[in-house]
C-alpha cells in the first residue's frame, strides 16, 4: 500500500506521533513534544505525516518557525526537525516524498522565506535530493583554560574587562530585560524570548544551565552588553556555552570570549567549549582568542521557500549549539 503524506497539526496528533518515537527506540522524545511542540504550533509550525492505512502513523517530520533578523532584515525561517521513519518505511524515497511535500505545503502557505537544518549523513541526502543546498558547518572549538595560554592570547586580542553577573532559571528578570536590549547589529541571528528558550532547556541535552551577564566594568550600571547561556556536562571538567547574544556597538566578541574564559577558569573548569559555523566571523574570533576546532562537523544546509527571500552571506549569521535541531 502506498503511504499518504499530509500536512497534520502536531498537538491533534500528538499520541500517533509520540507513539512513532516511542516504538523507534527515542524514549526522551515525549518530553521534548511536551516543552517544543505546543509552543511551535501556536507560533506557526506543523507537522508532515506519512500514513500506511490503517496503520496509522509510520513517518514524521516537523518544522519549527524561527524568525530571523539583523540591522537590514527580518525573515522567517522553518527549522525542519524530527524526521523518523518505522523501520519497513525507513527508505531514501518515502524520506523524499515527504520532504517534497512539506516544501510544497511552505509554498504554498507564502508564510516563510527559507527553510534549513543541520542534518546527519543519511539526512542530508534526502535533503540535497530535495534541493536543500549546504552553506556552511557547524563545527565545536574549545579553549584550554590554561593561564599561560590564555595571557598570551589576551594580549593579542586587547580585550576590554568585563563585569560577571549570575542568574538561574527562566524566571529572572534581568535575563528577560537582557533579551529586550540585546538586539541583532550586523549579525544575522535567530531572535530570542523566554518562552523559546524554555523549548530547549531542562531536558536531557541540557538538563541544568546558568546565564553570565556581562557590562563593561568602566559602566556598571549599564544595560547588559551581553549575555551568555552555560552548561556543565556531568563528569567534565568544561563548561559549555549553549548560547551567547552581544551587542556589537559597546563591546567585542573578543571582550565577551575571555569574560567567559576568565569566569570558567575561575570555577575550575580545564576548558571552554563552544559550538558555531565554522565559516562565521564568530569563529575567527574563537580562533584569535586561542579556540582550537575540533574534529566532527555537521553541515548547515538551506533551501529558499520564496524565490525573492534575500540571505546574508553565511559569515555574517550567527548560529550556536541552541539553534541545532538535536534535542
Not at 517534497?100 to 549523513?121: Q, S
Amino acid at each position: 500500500m502506498a503511504l499518504t503524506m499530509e500536512r497534520c497539526d502536531s498537538v491533534a496528533q500528538e499520541e500517533e506521533i509520540k507513539a512513532l518515537f516511542r516504538r523507534n527506540e527515542r524514549p526522551t522524545f515525549a518530553a521534548f513534544f511536551d516543552r517544543a511542540y505546543r509552543y511551535a504550533m501556536s507560533a506557526g509550525g506543523a507537522s508532515w505525516v506519512a500514513r500506511n492505512g490503517p496503520a496509522g502513523i509510520v513517518g514524521h517530520q516537523a518544522v519549527f518557525p524561527r524568525s530571523f533578523a539583523d540591522v537590514h532584515r527580518v525573515v522567517q525561517g522553518a527549522l525542519f526537525v524530527d524526521s523518523l521513519f518505522d523501520r519497513p518505511h525507513r527508505n531514501f524515497w518515502s524520506a523524499v516524498e515527504l520532504c517534497r511535500r512539506t516544501l510544497a505545503d511552505l509554498r504554498d502557505a507564502g508564510r516563510f522565506d527559507f527553510a534549513y537544518t543541520d542534518p546527519t549523513p543519511p539526512a542530508l541526502a534526502v535533503l540535497r535530493a530535495t534541493g536543500f543546498t549546504t552553506i556552511g558547518t557547524f563545527q565545536r572549538f574549545v579553549l584550554p583554560l590554561n593561564p599561560l595560554y590564555l595571557g598570551v592570547f589576551r594580549i593579542r586580542s586587547r580585550p576590554e574587562p568585563l563585569s560577571v553577573a549570575r542568574a538561574e532559571g527562566l524566571q529572572d528578570t534581568s535575563v528577560a530585560e537582557a533579551l529586550r536590549t540585546l538586539r541583532p547589529g550586523a549579525q544575522f541571528r535567530v531572535e530570542r524570548s523566554l518562552e523559546l528558550y524554555a523549548t530547549r532547556l531542562g531536558g536531557e541535552t541540557i538538563p541544568s544551565w546558568q546565564w553570565l551577564l556581562l557590562r563593561p566594568e568602566r559602566d556598571p550600571g549599564s544595560p547588559v552588553a551581553a549575555l551568555v547561556l552555560t552548561t556543565r556536562p556531568p563528569g567534565q571538567a568544561v563548561l559549555s556555552v549553549v548560547d551567547v547574544l552581544w551587542d556589537e556597538a559597546r563591546v567585542s566578541a573578543a571582550s565577551v570570549l575571555h569574560a567567559m574564559a576568565r569566569t570558567a577558569r575561575a570555577e575550575g573548569f580545564k576548558k571552554l567549549s563552544m559550538l558555531t559555523l565554522a565559516e562565521s566571523r564568530l569563529a575567527r574570533s574563537l580562533e584569535r582568542c586561542g579556540f582550537i576546532r575540533r574534529e566532527g562537523t555537521l553541515p548547515l544546509v538551506v533551501q529558499r521557500i520564496r524565490e525573492d527571500a534575500v540571505l546574508p552571506p553565511v559569515q555574517d549569521w550567527v548560529l550556536t549549539y541552541f539553534d541545532g535541531s538535536a534535542w
